[in-house]
């Protein structure tokens, strides 16, 4: 899951050096936290949020597979 959320993350931003993913594993859920630099958070987020939204859904999509429950908190 986190290697699914990073690459994602670096082919939206335009510095990709700066991306940072965390994994904090639970029993049943997971939560990966995504932090960029400043400048890319738009780009991270999209209009009206639609591509974290994006983002969400693939993250659920794939974690339902693994019958683990996946949450993408996007940091500042």
Do not use: N
């Not at 994602?8 to 932090?35: M, R, Y």
């Amino acid at each position: 899951m986190k290697d699914l959320i990073e690459f994602i993350a670096k082919a939206l931003v335009d510095k990709p050096e700066e991306v940072i993913v965390t994994e904090i594993e639970g029993e049943q859920t997971s939560v990966i936290e995504l932090k960029v630099a400043k400048e890319d958070l738009g780009k991270v987020i999209g209009k009206q949020g639609r591509t974290a939204r994006a983002m969400r859904t693939i993250l659920s999509a794939s974690s339902t597979k693994l019958r683990k429950r996946s949450v993408l908190e996007i940091i500042e």
